[in-house]
Protein backbone atom coordinates (compact mmCIF):
# COMPACT_ATOMS: atom_id res chain seq x y z
CA UNK A 1 0.00 0.00 0.00
CA UNK A 2 1.09 3.35 -0.63
CA UNK A 3 0.42 6.57 0.72
CA UNK A 4 -1.61 7.78 -2.28
CA UNK A 5 -4.20 4.92 -2.14
CA UNK A 6 -4.81 5.57 1.55
CA UNK A 7 -5.17 9.38 1.11
CA UNK A 8 -8.68 9.21 -0.90
CA UNK A 9 -9.57 6.87 1.97
CA UNK A 10 -9.60 9.45 4.68
CA UNK A 11 -11.49 12.31 5.65
CA UNK A 12 -10.48 15.38 4.02
CA UNK A 13 -6.75 14.30 2.57
CA UNK A 14 -5.74 17.71 2.34
CA UNK A 15 -4.92 17.80 5.70
CA UNK A 16 -1.50 15.99 4.93
CA UNK A 17 -0.63 16.86 1.11
CA UNK A 18 1.28 19.78 1.30
CA UNK A 19 1.07 22.45 -1.61
CA UNK A 20 -0.86 25.28 -0.06
CA UNK A 21 -0.35 28.80 -1.66
CA UNK A 22 2.67 30.36 0.15
CA UNK A 23 4.49 27.19 1.09
CA UNK A 24 8.16 27.44 0.56
CA UNK A 25 9.47 24.96 -1.61
CA UNK A 26 12.36 22.57 -0.43
CA UNK A 27 15.88 24.02 -1.61
CA UNK A 28 17.74 21.72 -3.81
CA UNK A 29 20.51 21.50 -1.48
CA UNK A 30 18.21 19.86 1.49
CA UNK A 31 20.89 17.21 2.58
CA UNK A 32 23.20 20.29 3.47
CA UNK A 33 20.72 21.91 6.24
CA UNK A 34 20.04 22.04 9.16
CA UNK A 35 15.89 20.72 9.17
CA UNK A 36 13.42 21.84 11.54
CA UNK A 37 9.71 20.62 11.51
CA UNK A 38 7.25 22.42 13.46
CA UNK A 39 4.43 20.87 14.73
CA UNK A 40 1.06 21.79 16.11
CA UNK A 41 -0.54 18.88 18.58
CA UNK A 42 -4.31 19.46 16.90
CA UNK A 43 -5.88 19.00 13.85
CA UNK A 44 -4.69 20.88 10.42
CA UNK A 45 -7.41 22.94 10.66
CA UNK A 46 -6.21 24.39 13.59
CA UNK A 47 -2.64 24.45 13.83
CA UNK A 48 -2.77 25.94 9.94
CA UNK A 49 -4.38 28.87 11.66
CA UNK A 50 -1.56 29.48 14.47
CA UNK A 51 0.00 32.72 14.34
CA UNK A 52 2.81 31.87 16.45
CA UNK A 53 4.23 28.95 14.13
CA UNK A 54 3.50 31.03 11.24
CA UNK A 55 5.79 33.26 12.11
CA UNK A 56 8.46 30.64 13.27
CA UNK A 57 7.96 28.94 9.63
CA UNK A 58 8.39 32.20 7.61
CA UNK A 59 11.25 33.41 9.44
CA UNK A 60 13.56 30.04 9.84
CA UNK A 61 13.05 29.80 6.10
CA UNK A 62 14.64 33.16 5.59
CA UNK A 63 17.67 31.31 5.97
CA UNK A 64 19.47 29.63 3.22
CA UNK A 65 21.13 27.10 5.70
CA UNK A 66 18.24 26.02 7.41
CA UNK A 67 14.69 24.80 5.93
CA UNK A 68 11.53 24.81 8.23
CA UNK A 69 8.44 22.23 7.56
CA UNK A 70 5.19 21.26 9.11
CA UNK A 71 3.20 18.63 10.93
CA UNK A 72 -0.11 18.83 12.46
CA UNK A 73 -1.93 16.30 14.41
CA UNK A 74 -3.25 13.48 12.26
CA UNK A 75 -6.85 12.57 12.97
CA UNK A 76 -7.38 9.18 14.25
CA UNK A 77 -8.57 7.40 10.54
CA UNK A 78 -5.18 8.39 8.94
CA UNK A 79 -3.17 7.45 12.52
CA UNK A 80 -4.78 4.12 12.02
CA UNK A 81 -3.34 3.94 8.08
CA UNK A 82 -0.07 5.08 9.21
CA UNK A 83 0.25 1.99 11.95
CA UNK A 84 -1.47 -0.44 10.02
CA UNK A 85 1.08 0.19 7.27
CA UNK A 86 4.31 1.18 8.86
CA UNK A 87 4.06 4.48 7.41
CA UNK A 88 6.10 6.81 10.04
CA UNK A 89 4.35 10.04 10.34
CA UNK A 90 5.71 12.55 7.91
CA UNK A 91 6.18 16.44 7.19
CA UNK A 92 3.88 18.01 5.01
CA UNK A 93 6.39 19.67 2.79
CA UNK A 94 8.72 16.94 1.48
CA UNK A 95 6.80 13.60 3.58
CA UNK A 96 10.47 13.48 5.33
CA UNK A 97 10.07 10.76 8.61
CA UNK A 98 9.90 13.52 12.20
CA UNK A 99 12.61 11.21 13.15
CA UNK A 100 14.89 12.57 10.18
CA UNK A 101 14.83 16.11 11.52
CA UNK A 102 17.62 17.66 13.33
CA UNK A 103 14.61 19.80 14.88
CA UNK A 104 10.96 18.83 16.31
CA UNK A 105 9.25 22.03 17.80
CA UNK A 106 6.22 21.44 18.87
CA UNK A 107 3.97 24.88 19.74
CA UNK A 108 1.89 23.78 23.16
CA UNK A 109 -0.80 26.52 23.17
CA UNK A 110 -3.29 24.25 25.13
CA UNK A 111 -2.88 21.68 28.08
CA UNK A 112 -5.67 19.37 26.99
CA UNK A 113 -3.29 18.68 23.74
CA UNK A 114 -0.71 16.76 25.62
CA UNK A 115 -1.52 13.09 24.82
CA UNK A 116 -1.61 14.31 20.61
CA UNK A 117 2.04 15.41 21.28
CA UNK A 118 3.03 11.83 22.78
CA UNK A 119 0.62 10.16 19.61
CA UNK A 120 2.69 12.74 17.28
CA UNK A 121 6.18 10.88 18.40
CA UNK A 122 4.90 7.39 18.78
CA UNK A 123 3.65 7.65 15.01
CA UNK A 124 7.13 8.80 13.78
CA UNK A 125 8.52 6.12 15.82
CA UNK A 126 10.46 8.09 18.29
CA UNK A 127 10.85 7.42 21.84
CA UNK A 128 8.58 9.44 24.01
CA UNK A 129 10.98 10.28 26.87
CA UNK A 130 13.68 12.26 26.57
CA UNK A 131 15.67 9.80 28.70
CA UNK A 132 15.09 6.93 26.17
CA UNK A 133 16.51 9.06 23.21
CA UNK A 134 20.25 8.44 22.63
CA UNK A 135 20.59 9.67 19.18
CA UNK A 136 21.28 13.71 19.06
CA UNK A 137 18.47 14.70 16.87
CA UNK A 138 16.07 15.36 16.55
CA UNK A 139 15.89 17.47 19.58
CA UNK A 140 12.27 17.43 20.33
CA UNK A 141 11.42 21.10 21.60
CA UNK A 142 8.07 22.64 22.93
CA UNK A 143 7.23 26.63 22.95
CA UNK A 144 3.96 28.26 23.40
CA UNK A 145 2.52 29.68 25.91
CA UNK A 146 1.61 26.36 27.86
CA UNK A 147 5.65 26.20 28.48
CA UNK A 148 6.03 29.55 29.39
CA UNK A 149 3.75 29.67 32.04
CA UNK A 150 4.51 26.25 33.01
CA UNK A 151 6.43 23.54 30.90
CA UNK A 152 6.57 20.56 33.91
CA UNK A 153 3.79 18.81 33.02
CA UNK A 154 5.65 17.69 30.08
CA UNK A 155 8.95 17.87 31.30
CA UNK A 156 9.55 13.91 30.71
CA UNK A 157 9.10 14.07 27.14
CA UNK A 158 11.02 17.23 25.67
CA UNK A 159 14.47 17.96 25.15
CA UNK A 160 14.39 21.45 25.96
CA UNK A 161 12.04 24.08 26.48
CA UNK A 162 11.84 27.74 24.73
CA UNK A 163 10.44 30.07 27.67
CA UNK A 164 9.10 33.66 26.34
CA UNK A 165 8.75 34.55 22.53
CA UNK A 166 10.39 32.69 19.74
CA UNK A 167 11.57 35.36 17.27
CA UNK A 168 14.29 35.25 17.90
CA UNK A 169 15.45 32.55 20.02
CA UNK A 170 14.82 30.29 17.14
CA UNK A 171 17.69 31.86 15.22
CA UNK A 172 20.16 30.99 18.04
CA UNK A 173 18.99 27.83 18.48
CA UNK A 174 19.76 26.85 15.10
CA UNK A 175 23.01 28.61 15.00
CA UNK A 176 24.25 26.16 17.85
CA UNK A 177 22.61 23.24 16.15
CA UNK A 178 24.62 23.93 12.93
CA UNK A 179 27.95 25.22 14.87
CA UNK A 180 27.64 22.05 16.65
CA UNK A 181 26.89 19.58 13.43
CA UNK A 182 30.19 21.31 12.02
CA UNK A 183 32.45 20.75 15.05
CA UNK A 184 34.31 17.77 14.97
CA UNK A 185 34.69 17.55 19.32
CA UNK A 186 32.16 16.78 21.71
CA UNK A 187 29.76 15.06 19.37
CA UNK A 188 27.12 14.22 22.07
CA UNK A 189 23.60 14.80 23.08
CA UNK A 190 24.49 16.75 26.42
CA UNK A 191 27.63 18.67 24.69
CA UNK A 192 24.75 20.15 22.85
CA UNK A 193 22.09 20.32 25.63
CA UNK A 194 24.75 22.33 27.47
CA UNK A 195 25.52 24.57 24.67
CA UNK A 196 21.64 25.38 24.08
CA UNK A 197 21.15 25.89 27.27
CA UNK A 198 23.54 28.94 27.47
CA UNK A 199 20.84 30.96 25.45
CA UNK A 200 18.73 33.02 27.38
CA UNK A 201 15.49 31.60 27.84
CA UNK A 202 16.06 27.95 27.14
CA UNK A 203 15.56 25.64 29.67
CA UNK A 204 16.60 21.87 29.81
CA UNK A 205 14.38 19.78 32.34
CA UNK A 206 16.86 16.94 32.62
CA UNK A 207 19.55 19.52 34.22
CA UNK A 208 17.15 20.33 37.02
CA UNK A 209 16.60 17.88 39.71
CA UNK A 210 13.17 18.13 42.17
CA UNK A 211 12.99 17.23 45.64
CA UNK A 212 9.68 16.68 47.20
CA UNK A 213 8.92 17.18 50.96
CA UNK A 214 6.67 14.21 52.61
CA UNK A 215 3.82 15.71 52.16
CA UNK A 216 3.95 15.70 48.33
CA UNK A 217 5.18 19.68 47.86
CA UNK A 218 8.29 20.74 46.19
CA UNK A 219 11.19 21.40 48.44
CA UNK A 220 13.93 22.34 45.93
CA UNK A 221 14.45 22.58 42.30
CA UNK A 222 18.16 22.32 42.02
CA UNK A 223 20.57 22.39 38.76
CA UNK A 224 22.24 19.29 38.55
CA UNK A 225 24.64 21.36 35.89
CA UNK A 226 26.34 24.62 35.44
CA UNK A 227 23.30 26.14 34.29
CA UNK A 228 21.42 28.94 35.82
CA UNK A 229 18.85 28.34 38.19
CA UNK A 230 16.29 31.43 36.66
CA UNK A 231 15.22 30.96 33.35
CA UNK A 232 14.30 34.25 32.01
CA UNK A 233 11.33 34.71 29.44
CA UNK A 234 12.77 35.90 26.10
CA UNK A 235 10.59 39.05 25.03
CA UNK A 236 10.96 40.40 21.47
CA UNK A 237 10.98 44.23 19.98
CA UNK A 238 7.82 43.73 18.24
CA UNK A 239 8.71 46.42 15.99
CA UNK A 240 11.64 44.97 14.70
CA UNK A 241 10.20 41.67 15.02
CA UNK A 242 10.33 39.22 11.76
CA UNK A 243 6.56 39.36 10.52
CA UNK A 244 5.37 36.86 7.38
CA UNK A 245 3.79 38.73 4.51
CA UNK A 246 3.15 35.55 2.75
CA UNK A 247 1.75 33.58 5.30
CA UNK A 248 0.65 29.68 3.85
CA UNK A 249 -3.47 30.20 2.60
CA UNK A 250 -4.68 26.40 3.50
CA UNK A 251 -6.70 24.74 0.83
CA UNK A 252 -9.14 23.46 3.11
CA UNK A 253 -11.23 25.39 5.51
CA UNK A 254 -9.65 26.47 8.75
CA UNK A 255 -10.76 28.21 11.62
CA UNK A 256 -9.96 31.31 10.76
CA UNK A 257 -10.01 32.12 7.31
CA UNK A 258 -8.37 35.64 7.27
CA UNK A 259 -5.34 37.59 7.30
CA UNK A 260 -4.39 38.01 11.05
CA UNK A 261 -1.72 40.95 11.59
CA UNK A 262 -0.83 41.02 14.99
CA UNK A 263 -0.77 44.85 15.81
CA UNK A 264 0.23 44.44 19.80
CA UNK A 265 1.35 42.06 22.28
CA UNK A 266 0.67 42.07 25.75
CA UNK A 267 -2.24 43.70 27.27
CA UNK A 268 -2.46 47.02 29.43
CA UNK A 269 -5.00 45.67 31.66
CA UNK A 270 -4.21 43.28 34.11
CA UNK A 271 -6.93 40.99 34.90
CA UNK A 272 -5.99 38.53 38.17
CA UNK A 273 -6.79 35.29 36.18
CA UNK A 274 -5.79 36.64 32.42
CA UNK A 275 -2.56 34.00 31.71
CA UNK A 276 -1.95 35.42 28.43
CA UNK A 277 -2.23 38.92 30.38
CA UNK A 278 0.50 37.96 32.72
CA UNK A 279 3.16 35.76 30.02
CA UNK A 280 3.08 38.67 27.13
CA UNK A 281 4.01 41.58 29.37
CA UNK A 282 5.62 44.26 28.61
CA UNK A 283 2.61 45.39 26.70
CA UNK A 284 4.29 46.01 22.73
CA UNK A 285 2.66 47.58 19.81
CA UNK A 286 3.65 47.52 16.39
CA UNK A 287 3.61 50.94 14.38
CA UNK A 288 0.86 52.15 12.72
CA UNK A 289 2.80 52.37 9.65
CA UNK A 290 4.37 49.50 10.00
CA UNK A 291 0.93 47.16 9.90
CA UNK A 292 -0.53 48.98 6.65
CA UNK A 293 2.96 48.42 5.45
CA UNK A 294 2.26 44.47 6.43
CA UNK A 295 -1.36 44.47 5.11
CA UNK A 296 -0.68 46.18 2.24
CA UNK A 297 2.18 43.68 1.06
CA UNK A 298 0.13 40.42 2.46
CA UNK A 299 -3.22 41.28 0.68
CA UNK A 300 -1.94 40.32 -2.45
CA UNK A 301 -0.42 37.50 -1.59
CA UNK A 302 -2.76 35.71 0.19
CA UNK A 303 -6.06 36.57 -1.24
CA UNK A 304 -7.86 36.83 1.94
CA UNK A 305 -11.16 38.72 1.91
CA UNK A 306 -10.71 39.51 5.65
CA UNK A 307 -8.19 41.41 7.74
CA UNK A 308 -8.22 40.75 11.25
CA UNK A 309 -6.32 43.33 13.39
CA UNK A 310 -5.47 40.76 16.51
CA UNK A 311 -4.06 41.27 20.17
CA UNK A 312 -5.37 40.75 23.28
CA UNK A 313 -7.31 43.85 23.85
CA UNK A 314 -7.46 45.50 20.26
CA UNK A 315 -9.75 48.89 21.46
CA UNK A 316 -6.35 49.95 23.69
CA UNK A 317 -4.14 50.31 20.79
CA UNK A 318 -3.10 53.93 20.88
CA UNK A 319 -3.66 54.98 17.18
CA UNK A 320 -6.64 52.27 16.48
CA UNK A 321 -8.79 54.83 15.59
CA UNK A 322 -6.76 56.33 13.08
CA UNK A 323 -5.39 53.06 11.41
CA UNK A 324 -9.14 51.96 10.84
CA UNK A 325 -10.02 55.15 9.57
CA UNK A 326 -6.71 54.34 6.97
CA UNK A 327 -7.86 50.60 6.31
CA UNK A 328 -11.69 52.20 5.63
CA UNK A 329 -10.01 54.97 3.32
CA UNK A 330 -7.94 52.23 1.16
CA UNK A 331 -9.92 48.98 1.41
CA UNK A 332 -13.54 49.77 2.22
CA UNK A 333 -14.56 49.35 -1.30
CA UNK A 334 -12.90 46.09 -2.23
CA UNK A 335 -15.61 43.61 0.00
CA UNK A 336 -13.14 42.94 2.49
CA UNK A 337 -14.04 42.34 5.63
CA UNK A 338 -12.38 43.88 8.67
CA UNK A 339 -12.48 42.76 12.40
CA UNK A 340 -11.36 43.21 15.47
CA UNK A 341 -11.28 40.23 17.69
CA UNK A 342 -11.04 41.53 21.02
CA UNK A 343 -12.40 43.94 21.99
CA UNK A 344 -13.02 45.66 25.38
CA UNK A 345 -16.52 46.41 26.92
CA UNK A 346 -16.84 49.93 26.59
CA UNK A 347 -18.52 52.43 24.05
CA UNK A 348 -15.46 53.39 22.62
CA UNK A 349 -15.04 49.67 21.09
CA UNK A 350 -18.59 50.59 19.82
CA UNK A 351 -17.48 54.08 18.23
CA UNK A 352 -14.73 51.59 16.50
CA UNK A 353 -17.23 49.92 14.96
CA UNK A 354 -19.22 52.65 13.71
CA UNK A 355 -16.03 53.50 11.54
CA UNK A 356 -16.19 50.41 9.63
CA UNK A 357 -18.21 51.66 7.24
CA UNK A 358 -18.14 49.95 3.88
CA UNK A 359 -17.00 46.49 5.43
CA UNK A 360 -19.94 44.08 6.36
CA UNK A 361 -21.05 43.97 9.99
CA UNK A 362 -19.95 41.15 12.09
CA UNK A 363 -21.04 39.30 15.21
CA UNK A 364 -20.09 41.84 18.35
CA UNK A 365 -18.19 39.93 21.26
CA UNK A 366 -17.50 41.73 24.65
CA UNK A 367 -16.41 39.08 27.78
CA UNK A 368 -17.39 41.30 30.52
CA UNK A 369 -16.86 37.70 32.63
CA UNK A 370 -18.63 37.83 35.84
CA UNK A 371 -22.14 39.28 36.49
CA UNK A 372 -21.90 41.68 39.52
CA UNK A 373 -19.40 44.54 39.08
CA UNK A 374 -18.23 43.79 43.03
CA UNK A 375 -16.72 40.33 41.12
CA UNK A 376 -15.53 41.98 38.50
CA UNK A 377 -13.62 43.93 40.49
CA UNK A 378 -12.12 41.15 42.25
CA UNK A 379 -11.04 40.02 38.64
CA UNK A 380 -9.42 43.62 38.27
CA UNK A 381 -11.71 43.42 35.04
CA UNK A 382 -12.85 47.15 35.35
CA UNK A 383 -15.87 47.39 33.18
CA UNK A 384 -19.14 48.93 35.01
CA UNK A 385 -22.41 47.86 34.40
CA UNK A 386 -23.26 51.04 33.31
CA UNK A 387 -20.60 50.71 30.70
CA UNK A 388 -22.35 47.16 29.62
CA UNK A 389 -25.65 48.48 28.85
CA UNK A 390 -23.63 52.16 27.00
CA UNK A 391 -21.79 49.75 24.87
CA UNK A 392 -24.32 47.52 24.64
CA UNK A 393 -26.85 49.99 23.75
CA UNK A 394 -24.79 52.52 21.52
CA UNK A 395 -24.38 49.07 18.87
CA UNK A 396 -28.00 48.35 19.64
CA UNK A 397 -28.92 51.87 17.90
CA UNK A 398 -26.75 51.30 15.16
CA UNK A 399 -27.81 48.43 13.89
CA UNK A 400 -26.35 45.96 15.49
CA UNK A 401 -28.35 42.78 16.60
CA UNK A 402 -25.89 39.48 17.71
CA UNK A 403 -24.03 40.10 20.47
CA UNK A 404 -21.56 37.11 21.82
CA UNK A 405 -20.74 37.45 25.59
CA UNK A 406 -18.21 35.46 27.38
CA UNK A 407 -18.96 34.84 31.46
CA UNK A 408 -16.97 32.08 34.06
CA UNK A 409 -18.14 30.85 36.72
CA UNK A 410 -16.62 29.24 39.81
CA UNK A 411 -14.10 32.42 40.82
CA UNK A 412 -12.60 33.09 43.56
CA UNK A 413 -15.08 34.62 46.53
CA UNK A 414 -17.90 33.82 44.09
CA UNK A 415 -21.09 34.06 45.90
CA UNK A 416 -24.48 33.20 44.60
CA UNK A 417 -25.95 36.81 44.04
CA UNK A 418 -22.55 37.29 41.61
CA UNK A 419 -24.33 33.55 39.70
CA UNK A 420 -27.58 35.61 39.67
CA UNK A 421 -26.39 38.50 38.80
CA UNK A 422 -25.05 37.27 35.63
CA UNK A 423 -28.78 36.09 34.52
CA UNK A 424 -29.86 39.34 35.62
CA UNK A 425 -27.67 41.51 33.84
CA UNK A 426 -28.76 39.39 30.70
CA UNK A 427 -31.89 39.31 31.45
CA UNK A 428 -32.06 43.39 31.86
CA UNK A 429 -30.34 43.40 28.54
CA UNK A 430 -32.94 41.77 26.28
CA UNK A 431 -35.50 43.99 27.88
CA UNK A 432 -34.02 46.80 27.38
CA UNK A 433 -32.66 46.22 23.52
CA UNK A 434 -35.28 44.17 22.72
CA UNK A 435 -34.94 41.53 19.20
CA UNK A 436 -31.28 41.70 20.08
CA UNK A 437 -29.99 38.07 19.63
CA UNK A 438 -27.82 37.15 22.85
CA UNK A 439 -25.42 34.50 22.58
CA UNK A 440 -22.98 33.43 25.67
CA UNK A 441 -20.25 31.16 26.18
CA UNK A 442 -19.73 30.27 29.88
CA UNK A 443 -16.47 28.09 31.30
CA UNK A 444 -15.49 27.29 34.36
CA UNK A 445 -12.71 29.45 36.33
CA UNK A 446 -9.57 27.99 35.72
CA UNK A 447 -6.46 28.90 38.27
CA UNK A 448 -3.47 29.16 35.58
CA UNK A 449 0.33 29.36 36.45
CA UNK A 450 1.75 32.87 36.36
CA UNK A 451 -1.30 34.45 37.34
CA UNK A 452 -2.00 36.29 40.85
CA UNK A 453 -4.98 33.49 41.02
CA UNK A 454 -2.78 30.90 40.24
CA UNK A 455 -2.82 29.68 43.99
CA UNK A 456 -6.85 29.55 44.38
CA UNK A 457 -8.95 26.58 44.57
CA UNK A 458 -10.92 25.76 42.24
CA UNK A 459 -14.55 24.80 42.53
CA UNK A 460 -15.57 20.80 43.25
CA UNK A 461 -16.65 19.25 39.91
CA UNK A 462 -20.30 18.94 41.57
CA UNK A 463 -20.85 22.94 42.36
CA UNK A 464 -19.66 23.54 38.74
CA UNK A 465 -22.07 21.06 37.38
CA UNK A 466 -24.46 22.63 39.46
CA UNK A 467 -23.99 26.35 38.19
CA UNK A 468 -23.37 25.35 34.42
CA UNK A 469 -27.00 23.70 34.67
CA UNK A 470 -28.18 26.90 36.40
CA UNK A 471 -27.32 29.45 34.29
CA UNK A 472 -27.92 27.18 30.86
CA UNK A 473 -30.99 27.15 31.76
CA UNK A 474 -31.64 30.65 33.13
CA UNK A 475 -29.70 33.17 30.62
CA UNK A 476 -32.14 34.39 27.64
CA UNK A 477 -30.03 33.27 24.51
CA UNK A 478 -28.14 30.44 23.00
CA UNK A 479 -25.44 28.83 25.66
CA UNK A 480 -22.25 27.17 24.65
CA UNK A 481 -20.85 25.73 27.87
CA UNK A 482 -17.24 24.38 28.34
CA UNK A 483 -17.11 21.13 29.62
CA UNK A 484 -16.48 21.12 33.57
CA UNK A 485 -14.81 17.61 33.50
CA UNK A 486 -12.19 19.09 30.87
CA UNK A 487 -11.79 22.66 32.54
CA UNK A 488 -11.08 20.63 35.62
CA UNK A 489 -8.01 18.75 34.08
CA UNK A 490 -7.09 21.66 32.06
CA UNK A 491 -6.64 23.33 35.75
CA UNK A 492 -4.38 20.16 36.92
CA UNK A 493 -2.29 20.10 33.82
CA UNK A 494 -2.00 24.44 33.98
CA UNK A 495 -0.48 24.05 37.56
CA UNK A 496 1.21 20.81 38.25
CA UNK A 497 4.78 19.46 38.02
CA UNK A 498 6.81 16.39 36.50
CA UNK A 499 5.33 14.24 38.22
CA UNK A 500 2.21 14.73 35.88
CA UNK A 501 4.26 13.19 32.99
CA UNK A 502 3.35 9.68 33.93
CA UNK A 503 -0.31 10.49 34.10
CA UNK A 504 -0.35 12.20 30.91
CA UNK A 505 1.57 8.86 29.58
CA UNK A 506 -0.68 6.51 30.75
CA UNK A 507 -3.96 8.62 29.79
CA UNK A 508 -2.36 8.32 26.23
CA UNK A 509 -1.70 4.57 26.67
S1 LIG B 1 -8.31 42.73 29.20
FE1 LIG B 1 -8.48 40.66 28.39
S2 LIG B 1 -6.44 40.15 27.65
FE2 LIG B 1 -6.24 41.95 28.95
S3 LIG B 1 -5.68 41.11 30.95
FE3 LIG B 1 -7.92 41.36 30.90
S4 LIG B 1 -8.71 39.37 30.19
FE4 LIG B 1 -6.53 39.43 29.73
Redesign the pocket.
Known amino acids: MNLEKILPLVVHPLRYINHEWNVKIPPENLEKLTRVCFSFPDLYEVGASNLGLSILYHIVNLRADAYAERVYAPEKDFSEYLLKYKFPLFSLETRTPLNKFHLLGFSLQYELCYTNVLNILDLAGIPLKSTEREEVFPLVIAGGPCVTANPEPVADFFDLFVIGEGEEIINEIIDTVISYRSSVIGKNKKELLRKLAEIEGIYVPSFYEIKYNSNQTITVIQPKEKTSDKIISRKVNLENAEYPTRPIVPYLETVHERLNIEIMRG ?1 P ?3 RF ?1 Q ?2 SIYRPYRERSKEKILSLIEQSLPATGYEEIALTG ?2 VSDYREIEDLIKVLVQRYGDRHLKLSLP ?1 L ?1 CDRFSVDLMKLLEGFPQTTLTF ?1 PEAGSENLRSILK ?1 KISDEDIFTTLGTAYTNGWRKIKLYFMYGLPQEKDEDLKAIVSLAKKIKKLYPGISLTFTISPFVPKAQTPFQWCKQEGMENLKEKKKYLSHSLPGEVRAHSVKMSILESIFARGDRRLSEVILLAWK
Open positions: CWGCCAGLSSRAK
